[in-house]
């Protein structure tokens, strides 16, 4: 890929961070549809515009619990298994480039650090962050490719230095060529969500 | 638009000219309208003849239990009456009985990842349902489905919508004959129909391969064919019964005949019969009686068919009616693999439970058909690619949507179904149950439809918990019944045809609301939704799952040897049904119990405060105001072409506006005119010029004139320089056009 070809993927609005959820047996979907509510009510997303809430609790390996925004998603589902919170940009990215991938943290920890911190859930959700599955919904831009990979890997190494410090880590192609683009990020450190919210670089602008 | 690494750059060379052409055409008609330039009505109506359809909260309020919160969406001109432009939206996706190739279902797979939550829907009228969708994805989205067949064209709106048949036609035991080909027939000949355009509401076709079987439910469609055969001459004809006037909704209304055998050849035409006296008589200001039904009761059954074989006379002959016959011919579908019995071994217990619901037979020997049950109507992007692959490796690559929201593969050799079984399996498909009470059928309710009174996808999730475990040990006479619930009275949930069926309302109670569902028992399913169910009385939505297992319980308990549901509930009677069911629509007081004031899967306190107007009726645009949008959007279009010094196609499209909007005239008195340009021409030229109607108070012939010079060059004749004025010209006539719709008024103009 040229250079300019390199940074098209990070153009794309579509840009998801998934944090898996560290015991997965204390997962009972049902009752984010009322924490995601409350959510609603009390404006606790300060950046989203949030329209609804999408229950698939019925739909196995699905996206699960959905809040959804103006501009951007966010999934509380087991898709591949394994239960987690995925934010998902929809339109109007916030920024681009290594810029794109520190939002998209950003929004997904925030998340996170609320669903760890909501009073009803009673502390049961704790997300690791030695794991993270970073991907692009967008086909067109962002492929599933060894070739999106080498043209993200650049920017997604540098914003996991500025949020993970130098800890040895490993980016790997894990969905298939009729998947969406997705890397499991693995980390050597395993910093808290509110630690890593600190170190969240502030959107530009 | 177009631009390098787009979708229309990446499938320029897989897309048919003309579904590229109508989706470039939808995408200058956003722009139009996000300009300001076309009124939010037709705009509206336009959109949701792309399937484009609106979603609940697009109106920017939405009630979070305690208040209605205003959604700060930004301030963009509208996509409809009260209906935000940012809002997302859902996009309904035709898909014409059902039928779709593996290749189709990895884009849809694609489609629901890139654009809305990574969910498929299918609905009771085997379309596929995309929620949560924005406007300005509709155009790419419609580009990608074009790349592999697939329109959105007239999905929604007041046009004919999807055209349905029996998932099993071609393969099933019962059948007269394979209706594919037919519904395939019909849906390439109504598409776009100039005679399809003028409805007061929409028309809903289906086919059935034969009159006992459920799966066609022609009873309740606004026509529907039932295939036929008789001998002449020795030798066997196929024809339908054809029935019209039938539909749900709030006032359901069986089928009735119009004639017990059309023939292949008459098939088409006495269809467009049918479109043309639906389009002339039909009610078009009273929306809520706007149905076909509607007038075949008005008029009865004997004055409409005479006005249908009236109207079939006057027909000008189109050579589409009987060229379909050599596809019909030609007609096959091929398994991929030889068909070989399936040996009973060492079958495990959970495929046999599968086998026993979800695998049937087929005419073929040796071939059979799987359901697969999808909950809720539910697929992930996942499970659809597995889908995709399942079909390739064992069915020969297509499959179909059911209209029980289901999946069906055909052609599966019988050998192949304990490896089919695990490979579903894998992937959560292999649940059995399927058409049995166990198998349960909702629309989308309150979940994300603006008409939405209770959550009817809530409750049948609720229901799944009580019935979806039965299985083989469930009594013989409860397990074939079917449940089926609608988020209110519009039906989408098909409850008047079920067995056991449930409509959301609202009652109140000490000042507050509390959801609610209506009980209608005894619908019958099979003879293609044969009869409509007894409405009984309204029961909290938290009460229901009582209903059917007190309902089920007295079945089990008191029927007779053989007798039906339908016939059992008839002999229990309205009166007995609500004494024993009564008890139930008792309501604790909010204070005893707040549980009854939410609904199910909504922990919000319950209000009607998000009911919006829905859209499935559409807008009502005569048909004169699409014409003059038309050629607004071409003359943008010459625009373009001028501005990126492409004079010819300048001149080219600004003569085509002039002639779009004097066809569009004309046509409010001539349906049949066609689109050729002289004919548009004289006509226009003996109706509105001649007669002065057309002429300007100030400027005269002169706006007429420019129209005529431009034909009298053919189009786009003339020096280069001269397409700024053809341009402008265009424009003007246009103007001109409009200012003559309003004069002459709109009295005729709709027809």
């Known amino acids: ?205 | 638009m177009e631009g390098v690494g787009s979708w229309h750059e990446k499938l320029k060379d897989r897309i048919p000219e003309d579904l590229g052409r109508e989706v470039d055409i939808f995408e200058t008609q956003m722009e139009l309208r996000r300009r300001g330039e076309v009124d939010e009505r037709l705009f509206a109506e336009t959109r949701l003849r792309r399937g484009v359809y609106g979603q609940r909260y697009d109106n920017g309020q939405r009630h979070d239990g305690t208040r209605t919160q205003e959604l700060a969406f930004r301030d963009h001109p509208t996509k409809g009456p009260e209906t935000f432009w940012d809002a997302p939206g859902m996009v309904r996706i035709k898909i014409p009985y059902g039928k779709m190739t593996a290749e189709q279902v990895d884009v849809l797979a694609e489609l629901s990842e890139d654009y809305s939550d990574s969910i498929s829907h299918v609905t009771t009228r085997q379309d596929i349902q995309l929620h949560f969708v924005h406007i300005e994805d509709t155009p790419d989205m419609m580009r990608r489905l074009a790349a592999v067949g697939i329109t959105t064209r007239e999905a929604c709106g007041n046009s004919v919508r999807n055209v349905t048949a029996c998932h099993l036609a071609g393969v099933c035991k019962t059948e007269t004959f394979d209706v594919t080909p037919y519904a395939e027939a019909l849906k390439e000949f109504l598409l776009g129909h100039p005679d399809v355009q003028a409805f007061g509401r929409k028309m809903k076709p289906a086919f059935s391969g034969c009159a006992h079987e459920a799966c066609g439910l022609v009873n309740m469609h606004d026509v529907g064919y039932i295939a036929v055969a008789r001998e002449v001459d020795g030798k066997v004809e196929r024809g339908f019964e054809f029935f019209v006037g039938g539909g749900l909704g709030a006032i359901p209304h069986p089928a009735q005949l119009l004639t017990d055998f059309v023939t292949e050849e008459e098939l088409l035409p006495l269809t467009q019969a049918v479109c043309r006296v639906f389009a002339r008589l039909g009610e078009k200001e009273n929306r809520g009686r706007a149905r076909i039904k509607f007038l075949v009761a008005k008029l009865g059954i004997e004055e409409f068919r005479k006005l249908v074989f009236e109207e079939r006379e006057t027909l000008p002959h189109d050579p589409r009616w009987t060229a379909y016959l050599e596809d019909v011919e030609a007609y096959r579908e091929e398994p991929v693999r030889k068909g070989v019995a399936l040996i009973n071994g060492a079958l495990t217990p959970a495929f046999r439970a599968w086998h026993d619901t979800n695998v049937r037979a087929q005419r073929q020997d040796d071939y059979a058909v799987v359901t697969v049950k999808c909950p809720l109507g539910d697929l992930t992007a996942d499970q659809m690619r597995s889908l995709a692959e399942i079909a390739r490796e064992f069915t020969g690559d297509t499959l179909r949507l059911t209209v029980e929201q289901n999946i069906v593969l055909r052609w599966v050799s019988q050998e192949d179904l304990p490896r089919l079984h695990a490979a579903l399996d894998a992937v959560d498909l292999a649940t059995p149950g399927a058409e049995t009470i166990a198998d349960l059928t909702a629309c989308p309710g309150t979940d994300t439809c603006k008409l939405g009174i209770a959550a009817s996808r809530g409750l049948v999730a609720e229901l799944s918990n009580h019935v979806g475990h039965l299985n083989g040990e469930t009594d013989p006479a409860i397990k074939a019944l079917r449940i089926k619930a609608s988020g209110c009275f519009n039906s989408c949930g098909q409850h008047q045809i079920s067995d056991i069926g449930f409509y959301g309302i609202s009652r109140k109670k000490g000042g507050r609301l509390v959801p609610h569902f209506q009980v209608v028992l005894g619908g019958k399913w099979v003879e293609n939704g044969g009869s409509f169910g007894m409405a009984t009385l309204a029961i909290p939505s938290k009460n229901i799952p009582e209903v059917v297992k007190r309902v089920t319980g007295r079945f089990v308990e008191e029927r007779e040897p053989d007798e039906t549901f339908t016939a059992f509930i008839g002999r229990l009677g309205k009166v007995e049904v609500k004494r024993f069911l009564q008890d139930l629509s008792d309501i604790p007081a909010f204070e005893e119990d707040p549980s009854y004031y939410t609904d199910w899967g909504d922990p919000r306190v319950f209000t009607m405060e998000d009911y919006g107007e829905g859209e499935c009726a559409g807008e009502i645009v005569p048909l004169v105001e699409f014409g003059l949008q038309a050629s607004e959007r071409e003359v943008f279009e010459a625009q373009l072409y001028f501005d990126s010094g492409e004079l010819e196609q300048a001149k080219a499209m600004a003569y085509k506006a002039m002639l779009t909007a004097a066809q569009a005239l004309v046509k409010t008195e001539f349906h049949d005119i066609t689109a050729e340009p002289d004919q548009i021409v004289t006509e226009f030229r003996a109706r509105f010029h001649e007669t002065k109607r057309f002429h300007d108070k100030f400027a005269g012939a002169k706006f007429a004139n420019y129209l005529f010079l431009a034909h009298d060059v053919g189009g786009n004749g003339g020096r280069p320089e001269q397409a700024r004025d053809r341009v402008q010209e265009a424009q003007l006539f246009i103007e001109a056009a409009y200012k003559c719709y309003e004069r002459i008024g709109t009295a005729g103009a709709t027809a």
């Open chain 1, 1 to 205: 890929m040229s250079g300019n070809e390199a940074v098209r993927p990070l153009t794309s609005s579509e840009v998801s961070v998934k944090l898996f959820v560290d015991e997965q047996s204390v997962v009972r979907p049902l009752e984010l549809i009322a924490v995601f509510h409350q959510w609603i009510k009390e404006g606790a997303l300060q950046d989203e515009l949030v329209i609804d809430v999408a229950n698939y609790e019925h739909v196995p390996k699905g996206p699960g619990i959905v809040l959804i925004c103006d501009k951007a998603h966010y999934y509380f589902g087991v898709r591949a298994g394994r239960w987690g919170m995925r934010y998902r940009g929809r339109r109007d990215a916030r920024a681009t480039g290594e810029g794109a991938i520190a939002s998209a943290f950003g929004s997904a920890l925030r998340a996170a650090a609320l669903l760890e911190n909501d009073p009803t859930l009673e502390g049961r959700y704790r997300f690791r962050t030695d794991e993270v599955e970073f991907g692009i919904y967008d086909r067109l831009l962002a492929p599933s490719s060894q070739d999106t990979l080498d043209a993200v890997r650049p920017g997604l190494t540098s914003s996991l230095t500025a949020l993970y410090g130098e800890q040895p880590q490993s980016l790997e192609l894990v969905s298939g060529p009729k998947e969406p683009f997705m890397v499991a990020i693995k980390n050597a450190g395993s910093p808290s969500v509110e630690e890593l919210l600190e170190r969240v670089p502030a959107p530009v602008g």
